[in-house]
């Protein structure tokens, strides 16, 4: 693509942190997006007010504000032609707006697009304790949006936030990879190590203080463990207040507008592609097609290779996700998976993580290297969706595209066992994790199981047997694929070992 008026190039980028020391003082996500949207306005030398597309990343911590649409568009003086906000809060929301931003731009239909999203769970919390009057001062807005319906056979066996699921993934990979528990740690921990180290450096970060392998790996009251193999520095840390947003425009634009060509980033093509809904009716839990499909089709569309990269944002939420991004991508695990910081470190704001590494990778870009990779994760594994940036244009990008990639990843994906809830019997162990509570002591764990004809169930795990809890979490065997029994309980169904 040639014509200037159809090429999207990032032009203004903004993000911000709020710690109000009394949360009444705080910014809500209304107000975290105004004051992201106004640096943006401010990088780019552009007037909000001109722009003709805002898009919004859903937001929880102030869930009663509904559709910010309208009320944002006049805080920030606009009146755009097209206003609207993402259906739910997925970690790959971001990307996707940023996608159809330049798909629209590629059709001439806007010349200046604004995507935005802001979480205020730190201000929210805070609001919550003070409400609670000494009572339960706990608030976890997270379990709170997952647990809002009847729990369903999932949800029964501890299966219901995000934290509780991706342990499946890490367990079942690290059997699939053959590594020990101790080297998949220890892997965890390097990466987790240098997403701090980067963190420190980026003032947009929430935590600027770096964290060696040692740190991450060590078990105490400032790092208790969460969900086997899971500690609190290995997982999303969405206590914070933070907001981040972009502006993208045509290049013709850009150039009238007298956007310095030194702070143009160009958009690359990007590939989308999902697991399903539910976690118990996928493939497998040792990899993800869909993931495989939207990162290699990524690299084909633009016709570039990892060698090409000098940055790249591998989205982590939990360590099993830029574990496997990494290995389909082929990007080494001792350099730097992120120009933000990661989702612990650098901070996690629910749904719009990846607004903050897009503007992270802009400043990075626009500082030094070439060509930058962004893949974004969300729901529970379950949402995948990459794109490039650059500080030339990339020959290969057109638009509009479509990025919906899914088909393919269909074609990819094996057969999706059935689903028994009433099983007692023989099986083996698919996947499994231990639960902990804020004193660190396991409160229950759950084992997703493969019966004698392949099907899958799932079965609780009595936290109480010692022997149990040291075969499945101290790693001196490998309990992924270890045959054992689905028992009968008063309340459903238990797990022994062979």
Request: aromatic share 8%; charged share 20%; with cysteine.
């Amino acid at each position: 693509m040639t014509d200037p008026e159809r090429i999207p190039v990032i032009i203004g980028v903004g993000q911000v942190n709020d710690r109000p020391d009394d949360p009444d003082e705080g910014l809500d996500s209304l107000g975290l997006m105004v004051a992201a949207l106004e640096l943006a306005a401010k990088d780019a030398g552009v007037p909000l007010a001109d722009i003709d597309s805002l898009a919004i990343v859903d937001q929880i911590s102030f869930h009663h504000l509904g559709k910010l649409c309208e009320p944002l568009a006049a805080a920030i003086g606009a009146n755009p032609a097209i206003n609207y906000q993402s259906a739910a809060p997925h970690g790959d929301t971001p990307v996707r707006l940023l996608n159809e931003a330049a798909n629209r731009i590629g059709a001439g239909e806007v010349k200046l697009a604004a995507i935005v999203g802001g979480e205020a769970l730190r201000t929210a919390a805070g609001r919550a304790v003070k409400a609670a009057s000494g009572e339960d001062k706990s608030y976890n807005a997270i379990r709170k949006v997952a647990t809002r319906r009847e729990p369903n056979y999932a949800q029964k066996h501890g299966l219901a936030a995000p934290v509780d699921v991706y342990p499946l993934y890490e367990n079942a990979t690290r059997a699939a990879w053959g590594e020990s528990l101790a080297d998949a740690q220890f892997e965890s921990a390097e990466i987790w190590s240098r997403f701090s180290e980067v963190a420190a450096a980026n003032e947009g970060a929430w935590i600027r203080k770096p964290a060696s392998p040692e740190d991450i790996l060590r078990i105490d009251e400032r790092n208790r463990p969460i969900a086997f193999p899971y500690s609190k520095l290995m997982v999303a840390n969405s206590s914070v207040n933070q907001g981040a947003g972009f502006i993208v425009a045509s290049l013709a634009e850009a150039r009238r507008r007298g956007v310095a060509e030194d702070r143009l980033i160009y958009v690359g093509m990007g590939a989308a592609a999902k697991e399903p809904a539910s976690i118990l009716h996928r493939d497998r839990y040792d990899g993800s097609v869909s993931m495989e499909t939207s990162i290699t089709r990524t690299l084909a569309l633009n016709g570039i290779t990892v060698e090409d990269f000098d940055h790249v944002e591998l989205y982590s939420c939990f360590p099993c996700v830029p574990k496997m991004a990494r290995r389909i991508l082929g990007w080494p695990w001792d350099r730097p998976a992120t120009v933000f910081g990661g989702l612990t470190f650098g901070g996690g704001p629910i749904a719009n993580y990846m607004s903050h590494a897009i503007v992270s990778m802009t400043q990075k870009l626009r500082a030094e290297g070439r060509t930058g990779f962004l893949f974004a994760n969300g729901g529970f594994a379950t949402d995948n969706h990459c794109i490039v940036l650059s500080r030339e244009p990339i020959a290969a990008a057109q638009f509009p595209q479509d990025f919906d990639y899914q088909a393919e990843a269909e074609a990819k994906r094996g057969p999706v066992p059935e689903l028994v809830e009433d099983y007692a019997g023989p099986a083996t162990i698919e996947s499994y994790t231990v639960f902990y509570g804020r004193d660190g002591a396991p409160k229950a764990g759950v084992v997703a199981a493969r019966t004698p004809d392949n099907k899958r169930t799932l079965a609780h795990v009595d936290v109480t047997d010692a022997a149990m809890l040291a075969f499945l979490t101290e790693g001196t065997v490998e309990p992924v694929g270890t045959p054992g029994q689905v028992v009968p309980l008063a309340e459903g169904f238990g797990w022994r070992p062979a």
